[in-house]
């Protein structure tokens, strides 16, 4: 039978290593566990590289997607709910889990409490799957020692932001299908077709019309010249993708898209809701104003948005409220405004938050299906148009061509 040596973390916390026989790597970390030691390392002792090597390379291609961090986070609650330690919880979650990165980050933190750590800080130190809202609302739990319902409000939001996402994939999923098909089309007819046509009519000393001379530069510029275009479209991508990685890029395309004649008005609903919803949650949770002003900043998904809760944080330290502050601010429309200063007055702003987040949820899910109702006729449109210019560049020389047969 095989062997494997291992390194592994003992009951106390301590690192061991030893060895043992199993017909295969999941077999022998089964082993380790029924042990009650934490498996780091398995390594074949007839195998030079380490047995897990492929591992390190699983966990770059397998990041936690949504859906993974929804169920992590119901079991989570579950399990708190129902009296289970912190640790043996953390266990049970790691021995669950199938993503690899997730079953390295919960045993991190497994670490990071036996070590003394908060279960706050445990969730901070991994920013790329728990983000500054999640965070935040772990420790507002923790200080109101009401965790499992704070858990219940966060899965409702990963919930709800994940079906918008579902719901803006599907609305243009149809759209680049049928833009990504022109676009061959138009590739094929420029260079196969049309230069066909063209020696024919050349030959038959026809002056060409306007769309077909527009085709021949069209398609003569691509033979002489497609690796400057190549060239160029590459170095724009390249360039783009850098500069909207950074603070300046990220602000000007949020900027940019919500200014949009059609798109802009429903990235503006989508912000809206997104702030209304977690403004809500951290309010009824318990979290100062200030404090959720600084976690929807960095988690409102809009650095457009992000940046005039900047412009007013300096209002709000003044104690000068939250709707005054916000008329003076971009983006934030009047329903958003007047609710906001009614729950102000009346001392329930998370119940009229609650209430903005439903408006604008029923407003997204109708702007989504009239936009995907009026992406049919402008694709249809935009068909049309290129199929009429093809067609014209073609036919026009062809009648001429029957004129002088005839």
């Not at 601010?329 to 119940?351: C, H, Q, R, W």
């Amino acid at each position: 039978m095989p062997k494997f040596s291992y390194q592994a973390i003992n009951e106390k916390g301590k690192a061991i290593s030893d060895v043992v026989e199993a017909d295969s790597i999941e077999m022998a970390n089964n082993i380790i566990l029924a042990r009650g030691y934490i498996p780091t390392g398995v390594i074949s002792k007839g195998d030079v590289t380490p047995a897990l090597s492929w591992t390190g390379i699983k966990e770059r291609l397998t990041p936690v997607r949504t859906p993974e961090l929804i169920l992590f986070t119901k079991q989570f609650r579950t399990m708190l709910r129902s009296g289970v330690s912190i640790m043996k919880l953390l266990q049970v979650l790691e021995d669950q889990t199938d993503n690899l990165v997730l079953k390295k980050i919960i045993f991190s933190m497994s670490q990071d409490i036996k070590e003394g750590a908060s279960l706050h800080d445990a969730f901070a130190k991994h920013p790329k799957t728990f983000s500054n809202l999640y965070c935040g609302m772990v420790r507002a739990g923790e200080a109101s020692e009401a965790l499992p319902d704070i858990l219940d409000r966060m899965i409702y939001i990963l919930e709800h932001e994940n079906k918008i996402k579902s719901d803006i994939k599907s609305a243009l999923q149809y759209p680049i299908i049928v833009i990504s098909f022109l676009c061959m089309a138009f590739f094929v007819l420029l260079t196969f077709v049309i230069p066909k046509f063209v020696n024919i009519f050349m030959s038959a000393g026809l002056e060409l019309p306007i769309p077909t001379k527009i085709c021949m530069l069209m398609y003569h510029f691509m033979v002489n010249y497609w690796y400057m275009l190549a060239g160029g479209l590459l170095a724009i991508g390249v360039g783009l993708s850098f500069y909207l990685r950074t603070a300046q890029g990220k602000f000007i395309r949020d900027a940019f898209l919500m200014k949009l004649p059609i798109l802009g008005p429903l990235f503006v609903k989508s912000a809206m809701s997104r702030f209304a919803s977690i403004f809500s949650i951290l309010q009824s949770s318990g979290v100062p104003v200030l404090d959720s002003m600084k976690i929807l900043s960095g988690t409102i998904g809009n650095t457009a948005v992000s940046r005039e809760f900047d412009k007013i944080f300096e209002q709000l330290e003044e104690g000068r409220g939250i709707s005054k502050p916000l008329e003076s601010a971009k983006y934030f429309t009047p329903i958003v405004i007047n609710m906001v200063a009614v729950g102000e007055e009346s001392g329930n702003l998370d119940e009229m938050l609650k209430e903005v987040a439903d408006h604008y949820d029923v407003e997204l899910e109708y702007a989504m299906k009239k936009l995907t109702d009026s992406i049919g006729p402008l694709l249809t449109i935009g068909l049309a148009a290129v199929v009429g210019f093809f067609a014209l560049a073609i036919f026009l020389p062809m009648w001429d061509l029957v004129g002088i047969v005839k």
